[in-house]
């Protein structure tokens, strides 16, 4: 236990994620991250030096038949967290979505929810189970689907909302997840979810575990990569079309008309 807390606390104090007096609201899925996470704050909150309160909130997708919220009450009623959850009709935002991919549309809706409870409540942040995996995997996603280099960040300010989002996970990778779990007697909840397996972050996942079996070197270059700093020498953004006529036209010689300049 000594040792998964000193990783979160790293995260904690190398973001600044938790201030005193923060009122934070997890999003607990019931999956194995949100559980590890909700788990490990709650120890937080014990050792802290600074008092903080914690809040815990599901949402019902709407894509199982039965939505285990007693069994979510019960694990958050032993860690001393308020727990509550709200229904949002998943399956009927996709079918009437104008966005293809239903991941999105999951997560957009998922999201709004969370945080529109977060601030009703007088919450000031929310906080994610992502994990280290979850952020190089983003990572390579931007790069190979959108021709872009991002990924969320451990810590996210929201000007329109006036939440942070936190994620205290991310120097876990998810094997080191899996596995702490099991220690800890957590029971994760199925995924029900029908496009679970099906989509471009498994998609990505496989790719990168294929490339880490061959060199486990593969995944630390790709973390190192999403990292600031002296590894980053990029090309300059591209001009518009405007601006490149412009050089072109000086570098020729030629003079502007008024209309160019």
């Not at 704050?41 to 019902?60: E, K, N, V, W, Y």
């Not at 979505?97 to 999105?104: F, R």
């Not at 486990?216 to 300059?236: D, N």
């Amino acid at each position: 236990m000594k040792e998964i807390i000193s990783r979160v606390w790293r995260a904690i104090i190398e973001f600044d994620l938790i201030e005193a007096n923060d009122r934070i609201l997890i999003g607990l899925s019931g999956g194995k991250d949100s559980l590890f996470l909700t788990y490990v704050l709650a120890q937080i909150r014990r050792h802290s030096a600074r008092p903080f309160s914690l809040g815990a909130f599901t949402i019902d997708t709407r894509f199982g038949e039965i939505f285990p919220r007693q069994e979510l009450q019960t694990f958050c009623d032993q860690l001393d967290i308020p727990f509550d959850s709200t229904v949002v009709d998943i399956p009927r935002a996709i079918s009437t979505a104008k966005v293809p991919d239903p991941c999105a549309t999951c997560a957009f809706f998922r999201r709004g929810a969370l945080n529109r409870i977060a601030g009703e409540r007088g919450y000031n942040k929310v906080a994610l189970a992502h994990h280290h995996d979850d952020a190089v995997e983003t990572f390579m996603m931007g790069l190979f689907y959108a021709g872009r280099l991002k990924t969320f960040l451990p810590k996210t300010p929201q000007e329109r909302s006036g939440l942070t989002i936190i994620r205290p996970l991310v120097y876990f990778r998810e094997q080191e997840i899996i596995e702490n779990a099991n220690k800890l007697g957590l029971q994760p909840l199925k995924n029900p979810c029908p496009y679970n397996g099906n989509t471009k972050r498994q998609e990505i996942k496989e790719k990168l575990s294929s490339l880490e079996a061959k060199d486990p070197e593969y995944y630390r270059r790709f973390s190192a990569a999403m990292r600031g700093g002296e590894t980053a020498e990029l090309w300059p953004a591209e001009p518009d079309r405007y601006a490149l006529k412009g050089r072109y036209l000086d570098f020729r010689g030629y003079a502007r008309t008024n209309n160019e300049n």
